[in-house]
């Protein structure tokens, strides 16, 4: 069963969570209301997820987020208002997703969150770029929603990896020549790999019209135009895993 830590300072927002987490009965969890006890339940014990509020009593400034990171987790974060600030504030840091704070969803939100990162451990997806740092750049941000993420430098390793891997649900395509010719992987892949079978998403240059047109009529599923954001990365696999 998935180990899960729980900060939340308010007394009546960890009740909440304890009868969701009861009857849910997917995790095996301890429930803690400050930096300093969740800060001990690290140090004994390992935690695959965590839920935390970025603002504690005693600590006010999300250094929670900074403790969790340090025993490597990824957390699902409380907090007050999502802005530039605070994208700014966190930019470094390794947070799954991030949940606006309300008086009486939280834990329902959390729950559906947890859920479905729990779900991403079964999904397979396989990125293809010959850039060794942009593919790390890429499989750590997947990781970070517990996708499992393996990766090809062109269109020859390619064509081995789905042969090994028939599980792979989609594929993240860099056109990045002269060793990923996206316009013909795609279009052989699509030979025995149908979109139902699996999704193809294109990392384009930019938004033009005729460029991104070519992706999609060889067989590509989506495109997302590069120097994206974190979220908007995420919505782009999201709305393309099977």
Do not use: H, T, W
């Given at each position: 069963m998935s180990k899960l830590l729980v900060v939340e300072g308010s007394n009546i927002g960890r009740g909440v969570?304890?009868?969701?987490?009861?009857a849910n009965?997917?995790?095996?969890?301890?429930l803690t209301g400050t930096y300093k006890e969740a800060k001990q339940e690290l140090s004994k014990t390992r935690y695959e997820f965590a839920v935390v509020d970025n603002n504690?009593?005693?600590?006010?400034?999300?250094?929670i987020i900074a403790l969790?990171?340090?025993h490597n987790i990824a957390p699902i974060v409380y907090i007050q208002e999502?802005?530039?600030d605070t994208f700014e504030t966190f930019e470094g840091a390794q947070i799954a997703e991030y949940i606006i704070k309300q008086q009486h969803h939280n834990a329902h939100q959390a729950m559906q969150r947890l859920q479905r990162l729990k779900e991403n451990k079964k999904t397979t997806i396989l990125i293809v770029n010959d850039s060794h740092i942009y593919?790390?750049?890429l499989k750590q941000n997947l990781s970070l929603h517990k996708f499992k993420v393996i990766s090809a430098n062109n269109n020859e390793e390619t064509r081995e990896k789905l042969e090994l891997h028939p599980e792979i649900a989609l594929m993240i395509v860099d056109d990045s020549k002269p060793y990923v010719n996206a316009l013909s992987l795609i279009e052989e892949t699509r030979l025995y790999k149908t979109s139902q079978e699996m999704k193809i998403l294109v990392?384009?240059?930019d938004a033009n019209s005729y460029e991104t047109a070519k992706y999609l009529l060889r067989g590509?599923?989506?495109?997302?135009?590069?120097?994206?954001?974190?979220?908007?990365f995420y919505t782009r696999i999201y709305q393309n895993i099977i």
């Open positions: 969570f304890k009868e969701i987490l009861d009965k997917e995790f095996e969890y301890v504690l009593k005693d600590a006010p400034n999300g250094e969790l990171n340090k999502l802005d530039e593919n790390i750049y990392l384009a240059e590509a599923d989506d495109y997302i135009v590069k120097q994206f954001s974190r979220s908007e």
